[in-house]
């Protein structure tokens, strides 16, 4: 029998991000996934190393892989227009629940338990992972303002207090630690 679960991921490379944005450069779902990664399994270590938490990065990496799985079905619904109002958000949260339960229904059912729970954040994950989200695209409006693009200064500022709101002590130390070299070219960097 044939299962289309992971041809179903494949397709993340073809969703776009940033659509009422114009970029220097695309970014698609599959890049902002990895990012967010990445990002999740740093913050995680930070928290356990520094702020006494007892999460598990490897864990956070992967509820960080399927977070925005839904949106191969869905699309990226632009920031804006998804937190617009409790109503829209609510609304659009039954959404990428239905959708993430569609993308569970293309795998056998021998093996849809083992990653079923990667689609439904915990509690003690959740702000991790929309801080490493959250952190993804403020980096991405860095690399932006980088490239002149002054589109992105609203945007900056906007995820940042977002971030900020969120109140991960993790986050702050990576603002703090490691955000300031996105600011700098490669050779500046490599110093």
Not at 142 to 164: H, I, M, W
Request: proline share 6%; with cysteine; aromatic share 10%.
């Amino acid at each position: 029998m044939e299962n289309a679960f992971f041809a179903m991921l494949g397709r993340m490379k073809y969703i776009s991000r940033w659509g009422l944005m114009r970029s220097t450069r695309q970014e698609n779902l599959s890049e902002h996934t990895l990012e967010v990664a990445y990002l999740a399994h740093g913050l995680a270590v930070l928290g356990n190393r520094r702020f006494g938490r007892g999460l598990n990065p490897e864990r956070a990496v992967m509820y960080a892989l399927y977070h925005d799985c839904s949106e191969i079905l869905t699309g990226d619904l632009p920031t804006p227009v998804k937190y617009q109002n409790d109503n829209l958000r609510a609304a659009y949260q039954a959404v990428e629940d239905q959708a993430a339960g569609r993308l569970l229904e293309k795998l056998p059912p021998d093996l849809s338990a083992d990653f079923a729970p990667y689609f439904d954040i915990p509690p003690d994950y959740r702000r991790l992972i929309k801080a490493a989200d959250k952190l993804s695209a403020l980096i991405k409006c860095q690399e932006e303002q980088n490239s002149g693009n002054r589109e992105f200064d609203s945007a900056y500022e906007t995820t940042l207090a977002a971030l900020r709101e969120l109140a991960l002590p993790e986050a702050e130390a990576f603002l703090a630690d490691f955000f300031p070299p996105y600011r700098r070219t490669l050779d500046e960097q490599a110093r």
